[in-house]
């Protein structure tokens, strides 16, 4: 098990706001129709390709370092459908996960669902310090949750009424090296159901975002570090600002490991979040242990923890 996990975090900008928006002339038409505002399924080609052109620098910032990331984060919705298969090339190239949000897609059995989609891309060495990866594994995860405003969208997609396609799983991602990891879009960070079922199970929480409330996302992320007790990642665009990743370090001017505000700010950033001495104190007997002498620098587990580990 390594000691870190190094992280590469790529925040894009994208306005929601004009991204998805529909021609006027169209717009006029569906308004006389006496139908809601109409809106793309996926956004304009100039911004997608501005946004592709984005995540290709940060890429190229974060894999030209000497010491390169494990992982790699892209923000909710960035990813156009177009580039995935590069992605995966990157990947493999590069033996990097690379986590990332897709754009709005339909359903191909029934087109009037539309999905919010992330990849991961999991190298088939992935972690390995000798061997390059020639293939990558890739496992798409959905939404769970959509917010208001993605629902007051799919009123009008290009014309079709359609509904939100919400995802029924959620992943837990088991690495020997890395730990163990949950991910999650956006909303979904609300899910109180999904935390129960991460508690004790992971080491690192993922969370992929276009989301403008950032105070309230930050909160949440102190609140879920100390009770599922793990790393707690955020990506976010860039036209909001606000990634963020906290750790349940028992000094208080250590727990944020990094944290961005910026709007309108294309950024790229690596880090660094424990494993090892992480599972050591999520393991620890913190009733009959020295948590001092046993070095030991995190805070104490949450209420019930200790008690959920040796259930298991």
Same mark, same amino acid.
């Given at each position: 098990?390594?000691?870190?996990? =190094?992280?590469?975090?790529?925040?894009?900008?994208?306005?929601?706001?004009?991204?998805? =928006?529909?021609?006027?002339?169209?717009?006029?038409?569906?308004?006389?129709?006496?139908?809601? %505002?109409?809106? *793309?399924?996926?956004?304009?080609?100039? !911004?997608?390709?501005?946004?592709?052109?984005?995540?290709?620098?940060?890429?190229?910032?974060?894999?030209?370092?000497?010491?390169?990331?494990?992982?790699?984060?892209?923000?909710?919705?960035?990813?156009?459908?177009?580039?995935?298969?590069?992605?995966?090339?990157?990947? !493999?190239?590069?033996?990097?996960?690379?986590?990332?949000?897709?754009?709005?897609? #339909?359903?191909?059995?029934?087109?009037?669902?539309?999905? =919010?989609?992330?990849?991961?891309?999991?190298?088939?060495?992935?972690?390995?310090?000798?061997?390059?990866? %020639?293939?990558?594994?890739?496992?798409?995860?959905?939404?769970?949750?959509?917010?208001?405003?993605?629902?007051?969208?799919?009123?009008?997609?290009?014309?079709?009424?359609?509904?939100?396609?919400?995802?029924?799983?959620?992943?837990?991602?088991?690495?020997?090296?890395?730990?163990?990891?949950?991910?999650?879009?956006?909303?979904?960070?609300?899910?109180?159901? #999904?935390?129960?079922?991460?508690?004790?199970?992971?080491?690192?929480?993922?969370?992929?975002?276009?989301?403008?409330?950032?105070?309230?996302?930050?909160?949440?992320?102190?609140?879920?570090?100390?009770?599922?007790?793990?790393?707690?990642?955020?990506?976010?665009?860039?036209?909001?600002?606000?990634?963020? !990743?906290?750790?349940?370090?028992?000094?208080?001017?250590?727990?944020?490991?990094?944290?961005? #505000?910026?709007?309108?700010?294309?950024?790229?950033?690596?880090?660094?979040?424990?494993?090892?001495?992480?599972?050591?104190?999520?393991?620890?007997?913190?009733?009959?242990?020295? *948590?001092?002498?046993?070095?030991?620098?995190?805070?104490?587990?949450?209420?019930?923890?200790?008690? #959920?580990?040796?259930?298991?």
């Amino acid at each position: 098990m390594r000691d870190k996990l =190094n992280i590469g975090l790529i925040q894009p900008v994208i306005d929601p706001n004009l991204c998805w =928006n529909e021609d006027p002339a169209f717009v006029k038409k569906e308004k006389k129709k006496g139908k809601p %505002t109409p809106y *793309k399924l996926n956004i304009d080609k100039i !911004a997608a390709e501005r946004v592709w052109v984005e995540i290709k620098e940060g890429l190229r910032l974060l894999l030209n370092r000497e010491i390169k990331p494990d992982l790699i984060l892209i923000p909710e919705l960035h990813l156009p459908i177009s580039k995935i298969k590069k992605i995966e090339k990157i990947s !493999a190239k590069h033996n990097v996960a690379i986590l990332a949000g897709v754009d709005f897609q #339909r359903d191909p059995l029934n087109f009037k669902k539309i999905s =919010n989609k992330g990849i991961i891309t999991i190298p088939n060495n992935w972690g390995s310090k000798t061997l390059i990866s %020639t293939k990558v594994s890739t496992l798409e995860f959905g939404k769970s949750y959509f917010t208001y405003m993605e629902r007051q969208m799919f009123k009008n997609i290009e014309g079709d009424k359609c509904i939100e396609d919400a995802e029924k799983n959620m992943y837990v991602f088991k690495s020997s090296i890395f730990g163990s990891f949950g991910v999650m879009i956006c909303a979904d960070i609300f899910d109180i159901e #999904r935390m129960l079922l991460y508690q004790t199970e992971i080491q690192h929480l993922f969370i992929i975002t276009l989301n403008k409330d950032l105070t309230t996302f930050f909160a949440m992320s102190e609140s879920l570090t100390r009770m599922l007790y793990c790393n707690v990642i955020i990506c976010n665009t860039g036209f909001y600002g606000g990634s963020l !990743a906290v750790s349940p370090y028992n000094d208080p001017n250590e727990r944020t490991i990094y944290s961005y #505000r910026g709007q309108r700010m294309f950024n790229s950033k690596m880090i660094s979040v424990p494993i090892s001495k992480l599972i050591e104190a999520q393991n620890f007997d913190f009733v009959n242990g020295n *948590k001092k002498k046993s070095g030991i620098v995190f805070k104490s587990v949450p209420p019930g923890y200790s008690d #959920r580990i040796n259930n298991i």
